[in-house]
């Protein structure tokens, strides 16, 4: 028998125990992200067997969480958008203007605690055809912050990019989400329509720098 | 601090992103704020819908089984020290995989009775084709998408799965699955002739044909094998073995093997 043989075990059983309890995260984002329950599943298996083969680089006591949904982000970016990358150009974070759907103050009644269980399946139902409308950056945004509740740094280093465009795309995507939602819940009934000022987000650095200025 | 500021970091308050200093500064804020409180509680209660409608997804039940697969794969290579590439042999876990397979099958050649001249290890094989149509396991590949079926096993099965197709209006494609035939990674495909289910059953394996029986029927090359008075019927494509059986009478089973047609 190969003399490594017992090293491989030993990492092997490691890496199931810590493993296995991410297999619901992994394949919950995968799903939201590929849409196909076959392209998740596959997504999954690529994400886990890529991170046994890199297993040794991944730091101990560090977020394992993390950096198991930092290679699968990597791996749906690298194999599964590549066939649509194009699109991306008109529905990606450029795509759509900030500040877009911030919601008005009858939506946001109408909306806030749903009364019944009927009414929070509707918009159950209509948050998922929100959600599902998208772009995949958006998506992934709303997954990671909101369905995952990870922290913004956790984020930044899932997706690669600074805390601070982390915000912004966040901020973003959350707008992108209500407007969906504000227009159909219209059109359903759901609510009832109103008007009001929309607020264009300015980043959070920039109002902590305003403020120390007064201060 | 003013509504408008208030409103616009509203998501990374709720996040519980925003420093001390600001944190208190914002909760003296909704205080004194009914409108920016009402803001606040939308914003949760969104949060909290969102995460409802959209988590909460558990892994299909053979998700991790079918990982631990693909990691045995690894562990293989490993064990060798040699390149995926390279590794073809037969390794030590799948040759007492194997032996355990034939000892089992010792046993139940006795029950059932096997065929004579059949090696164990073809027996067992072809006792798997008839257990797995039995079982009836769950598709993962439904009839919706016959498409997604190539595309599925693309990665999971060392050969391209290509679904047979019949000439037979009343054979349906039903769905399919990943499985193992013996040591072997399978593909099997369902189908419905008139009413009955019929599997097919995708994998390499020389020493299934070589073992078996050959007719013509048709001007086509059909293998069978007899498994405790079952029949299981072969055929070869691309080196890939194809082997029916289902609720069929015999020379419904030959037809169907015989007329199988299979796009290269």
Same mark, same amino acid.
Request: charged share 25%; with cysteine.
């Given at each position: 028998m190969p003399r490594n043989t017992k090293k491989i075990d030993a990492e092997r059983e490691l890496f199931e125990s810590e493993a296995r309890p991410y297999l619901d995260v992994l394949y919950s984002v995968a799903l939201r992200l590929t849409r196909s329950p076959v392209d998740a599943e596959d997504l999954v298996q690529d994400t886990l067997v890529r991170a046994y083969r890199f297993y040794d680089r991944f730091e101990a006591g560090t977020n394992f969480k993390a950096w198991l949904l930092r290679i699968q982000m990597n791996t749906f970016v690298n194999r599964y958008r590549r066939a649509t990358r194009e699109r991306q150009v008109f529905e990606g974070p450029m795509a759509a203007p900030v500040g877009e759907g911030v919601m008005g103050r009858a939506t946001m009644r109408g909306l806030? +605690?749903? =009364?019944g269980d009927a009414q929070r399946r509707l918009i159950g139902r209509e948050i998922q055809r929100a959600f599902d409308e998208l772009s995949e950056d958006a998506r992934a945004m709303v997954l990671l912050a +909101? =369905? @995952? @509740?990870?922290s913004y740094k956790e984020i930044s280093e899932i997706v690669g990019c600074p805390i601070g465009t982390v915000m912004s795309r966040l901020h973003r995507a959350r707008k992108q989400l209500q407007g969906s939602l504000q227009s159909h819940a219209v059109q359903l009934g759901i609510i009832e329509d109103d008007e009001e000022q929309v607020d264009d987000p300015i980043p959070l650095e920039a109002f902590r720098a305003r403020k120390l200025v007064k201060s | 601090m003013t509504c408008k500021l208030v409103r616009r970091h509203l998501g990374a308050f709720v996040d519980g992103e925003t420093d001390p200093a600001t944190q208190i500064e914002f909760e003296r804020h909704f205080e004194a704020c009914p409108g920016c409180q009402e803001h606040l509680a939308f914003e949760r209660s969104l949060r909290e819908q969102t995460r409802e409608s959209l988590g909460g997804i558990h892994a299909p039940e053979q998700l991790w089984n079918r990982t631990l697969h693909r990691l045995d794969e690894i562990d293989v290579v490993r064990n060798d020290g040699r390149t995926p590439l390279a590794a073809r042999p037969m390794h030590l876990r799948q040759t007492w995989i194997i032996a355990a397979a034939a000892a089992a099958i010792l046993i139940i050649g006795g029950v059932v009775g096997l065929p004579e001249g059949t090696d164990y290890q073809s027996a067992g094989m072809l006792q798997d084709v008839v257990n797995l149509h039995s079982q009836a396991l769950p598709s993962d590949v439904k009839a919706e998408a016959p498409q997604e079926v190539v595309r599925y096993f693309q990665g999971k099965t060392p050969f391209p799965v290509k679904p047979a197709q019949f000439e037979e209006p009343s054979v349906k494609f039903v769905g399919a699955r990943y499985i193992k035939v013996g040591v072997h990674p399978a593909a099997a495909l369902y189908y419905n002739h008139g009413g009955h289910r019929v599997t097919l059953l995708l994998f390499q394996s020389p020493e299934i044909v070589r073992d078996a029986q050959r007719t013509n029927v048709g001007g086509r090359e059909v293998y069978y094998h007899n498994v405790g008075g079952h029949v299981v019927t072969i055929r070869q494509h691309g080196g890939v073995n194809y082997a029916f059986y289902g609720d069929l009478d015999r020379p419904v089973l030959f037809q169907l093997a015989a007329n199988a047609r299979v796009e290269d």
């Amino acid at each position: 028998m190969p003399r490594n043989t017992k090293k491989i075990d030993a990492e092997r059983e490691l890496f199931e125990s810590e493993a296995r309890p991410y297999l619901d995260v992994l394949y919950s984002v995968a799903l939201r992200l590929t849409r196909s329950p076959v392209d998740a599943e596959d997504l999954v298996q690529d994400t886990l067997v890529r991170a046994y083969r890199f297993y040794d680089r991944f730091e101990a006591g560090t977020n394992f969480k993390a950096w198991l949904l930092r290679i699968q982000m990597n791996t749906f970016v690298n194999r599964y958008r590549r066939a649509t990358r194009e699109r991306q150009v008109f529905e990606g974070p450029m795509a759509a203007p900030v500040g877009e759907g911030v919601m008005g103050r009858a939506t946001m009644r109408g909306l806030t +605690d749903p =009364v019944g269980d009927a009414q929070r399946r509707l918009i159950g139902r209509e948050i998922q055809r929100a959600f599902d409308e998208l772009s995949e950056d958006a998506r992934a945004m709303v997954l990671l912050a +909101d =369905v @995952e @509740e990870l922290s913004y740094k956790e984020i930044s280093e899932i997706v690669g990019c600074p805390i601070g465009t982390v915000m912004s795309r966040l901020h973003r995507a959350r707008k992108q989400l209500q407007g969906s939602l504000q227009s159909h819940a219209v059109q359903l009934g759901i609510i009832e329509d109103d008007e009001e000022q929309v607020d264009d987000p300015i980043p959070l650095e920039a109002f902590r720098a305003r403020k120390l200025v007064k201060s | 601090m003013t509504c408008k500021l208030v409103r616009r970091h509203l998501g990374a308050f709720v996040d519980g992103e925003t420093d001390p200093a600001t944190q208190i500064e914002f909760e003296r804020h909704f205080e004194a704020c009914p409108g920016c409180q009402e803001h606040l509680a939308f914003e949760r209660s969104l949060r909290e819908q969102t995460r409802e409608s959209l988590g909460g997804i558990h892994a299909p039940e053979q998700l991790w089984n079918r990982t631990l697969h693909r990691l045995d794969e690894i562990d293989v290579v490993r064990n060798d020290g040699r390149t995926p590439l390279a590794a073809r042999p037969m390794h030590l876990r799948q040759t007492w995989i194997i032996a355990a397979a034939a000892a089992a099958i010792l046993i139940i050649g006795g029950v059932v009775g096997l065929p004579e001249g059949t090696d164990y290890q073809s027996a067992g094989m072809l006792q798997d084709v008839v257990n797995l149509h039995s079982q009836a396991l769950p598709s993962d590949v439904k009839a919706e998408a016959p498409q997604e079926v190539v595309r599925y096993f693309q990665g999971k099965t060392p050969f391209p799965v290509k679904p047979a197709q019949f000439e037979e209006p009343s054979v349906k494609f039903v769905g399919a699955r990943y499985i193992k035939v013996g040591v072997h990674p399978a593909a099997a495909l369902y189908y419905n002739h008139g009413g009955h289910r019929v599997t097919l059953l995708l994998f390499q394996s020389p020493e299934i044909v070589r073992d078996a029986q050959r007719t013509n029927v048709g001007g086509r090359e059909v293998y069978y094998h007899n498994v405790g008075g079952h029949v299981v019927t072969i055929r070869q494509h691309g080196g890939v073995n194809y082997a029916f059986y289902g609720d069929l009478d015999r020379p419904v089973l030959f037809q169907l093997a015989a007329n199988a047609r299979v796009e290269d």
